[in-house]
């Protein structure tokens, strides 16, 4: 891409159907396509003058299909509030958003009766995960079956991982909040390391896949703070008031990853 349009070079290449353009080339000029009229006139230029055989192939097929079209009855548009909210969630992420806030009000019952945990406060030794696994199942492979489909479209990059990852933050936060209110926990306690950690998961994901490295955060925790946590039956100094300061820092380092590396979002790779 250069300049507002995209390149001769890349026009050309796209209407030939060279396999020497990049990846993240292809999806951008897609993405670029979407809303620029000059850009999608220049490539018709282009097939035009490079492939009238798909020229030619496309007008039969067109013609074929006009008339058909024209009979066929027109599905109903969706409700606005419907079609909007489908481009921020999907219905894979509906009973795994519902398990992360179930997790966390049991979380919290837990802490209200006051079993054996002693100083542990479920909810805050839970909270820096549970968005990471709202996270990773937005991205699982095995279950969205429209993974194939959603992962090619050209804004299958950072604009939609960040899209998802708000919608699950919007629901466990909330949650999150309740339950760190009725257990006495400060929120800053428990909301910084939820938002280092889920801006980390998104910053390796441009290297390992979201995914992956969700579940590689998640296992980390548990080995190295839940487990001792638990065991030891005191909070453990990462989650204490004095280790605010490093999570601000794993936060904003996770965010300056993912603005400077967006362009590996565009990668089918970062969507493992």
Do not use: K, N
């Not at 220049?42 to 798909?54: E, G």
């Not at 909810?123 to 995960?129: E, F």
């Amino acid at each position: 891409m250069s300049g507002e349009h995209a390149s001769v070079r890349i026009i050309d290449g796209y209407a030939r159907g060279g396999t020497d353009i990049a990846a993240d080339e292809l999806w951008a000029l897609e993405a670029h396509l979407e809303a620029c009229r000059v850009c999608r006139d220049r490539l018709s230029a282009a097939v035009a003058a490079q492939a009238p055989a798909v020229v030619a192939l496309v007008d039969t097929v067109w013609s074929g299909l006009g008339p058909r079209l024209a009979a066929t009855a027109v599905m109903p548009r969706r409700r606005h509030w419907s079609a909007r909210l489908s481009t921020w969630l999907t219905p894979t992420m509906v009973p795994w958003l519902a398990m992360a806030v179930s997790v966390t009000l049991l979380a919290l019952l837990l802490d209200l009766i006051d079993t054996a945990s002693g100083e542990v406060s479920l909810v805050l030794l839970l909270a820096p995960v549970l968005p990471v696994l709202g996270v990773a199942a937005s991205w699982a492979r095995g279950l969205d079956p429209a993974y194939e489909l959603t992962a090619s479209v050209p804004r299958a990059g950072l604009y939609l991982v960040l899209r998802r990852t708000t919608s699950v933050l919007a629901v466990v936060v909330p949650a999150l909040l309740v339950g760190g209110w009725a257990t006495g926990v400060t929120a800053g306690q428990w909301l910084l390391p939820c938002l280092a950690f889920t801006s980390t998961a998104l910053a390796l994901g441009g290297v390992v896949g979201v995914t992956r490295a969700a579940v590689s955060l998640v296992a980390v925790w548990a080995a190295v703070v839940v487990a001792p946590t638990v065991a030891a039956g005191r909070t453990a100094l990462a989650l204490q008031t004095g280790a605010l300061p490093l999570w601000g820092l794993v936060f904003t380092l996770g965010i300056g990853v993912v603005l400077a590396r967006r362009g590996a979002y565009s990668v089918l790779g970062a969507h493992r």
